[in-house]
């Protein structure tokens, strides 16, 4: 079936640095892709998506990078900061197929911890 | 506040009783989802409206729950004789039917079974 999931649990960064959560995937169905940020007692909040025939899409300081050779999504935050200290979920859904757009299998998701 | 918004944001209840959430989307979203969270997971897809037609439903929906979206606006997701093994953050997306693929959470409703 369809699964996204993701290589560490946990990630901690000094406030600066560059940060780079990972994510792997298993159903090449998906056709798009979405990074969410979920801080303690809310609800997710989109950051960014990409779709299946890119490779690379850049945000306000974030960047998302496909490699559909080996299933791999990752999520790139620059200059990261306090702020960016939440969970990160990366998730996969399929555009088209009726029904089943909109969605979204999520991995599990990524502690970012950010030090000042 | 325009954002998505679900009532109650907690709920303490005692195993055997039924609970009812409400989620009210983004005015303009045609499309309305539920999720469900357990702790230290990313969430789960329950069940997914367009206006007010229930079009998919996950094999985690059993029977004791059931969802609707009467008038195609705000939704409702209903757990008839809870179970301790419900207890978990129950999630609504909204969004709009076009190629954005941006749905936009809500806060959650924290259920707890005891």
């Known amino acids: 079936g369809e699964s996204v999931g993701l290589h560490l649990p946990t990630l901690s960064v000094q406030e600066g640095d560059n940060s780079i959560i990972n994510c792997a995937y298993s159903?090449?169905?998906?056709?798009?892709f979405i990074w969410y940020k979920q801080e303690s007692g809310k609800g997710p909040q989109f950051i960014i998506d990409i779709r299946s025939n890119m490779d690379k899409r850049q945000g306000q300081r974030v960047t998302v990078l496909l490699n559909k050779t080996v299933k791999h999504l990752s999520l790139q935050i620059a200059a990261t900061q306090p702020g960016d200290s939440a969970v990160y979920f990366c998730?996969?859904?399929?555009?088209?197929?009726?029904?089943?757009?909109?969605?979204?299998?999520f991995g599990q998701g990524t502690i970012l911890t950010v030090h000042p | 506040d325009t954002g998505v918004s679900q009532n109650p944001r907690h709920k303490i209840t005692k195993r055997g009783q039924n609970v009812t959430f409400r989620c009210d989307p983004i005015?303009?979203?045609?499309?309305l989802y539920w999720y469900r969270q357990t702790l230290g997971q990313g969430p789960e897809f329950l069940t997914y409206?367009?206006?007010?037609?229930?079009?998919?439903k996950s094999r985690l929906l059993s029977d004791r729950f059931s969802a609707e979206r009467p008038k195609g606006s705000f939704s409702t997701l209903e757990i008839q004789r809870t179970e301790q093994g419900d207890s978990a953050m129950y999630l609504c997306a909204s969004s709009r039917d076009t190629v954005n693929t941006e749905a936009f959470f809500g806060q959650g409703t924290r259920l707890t079974v005891v």
């Open positions: 998730a996969g859904g399929r555009r088209s197929g009726g029904t089943s757009y909109g969605k979204l299998t």
């Open positions: 409206f367009q206006n007010e037609a229930q079009l998919e």
């Open positions: 159903n090449s169905a998906s056709d798009y």
């Open positions: 005015s303009e979203h045609n499309r």
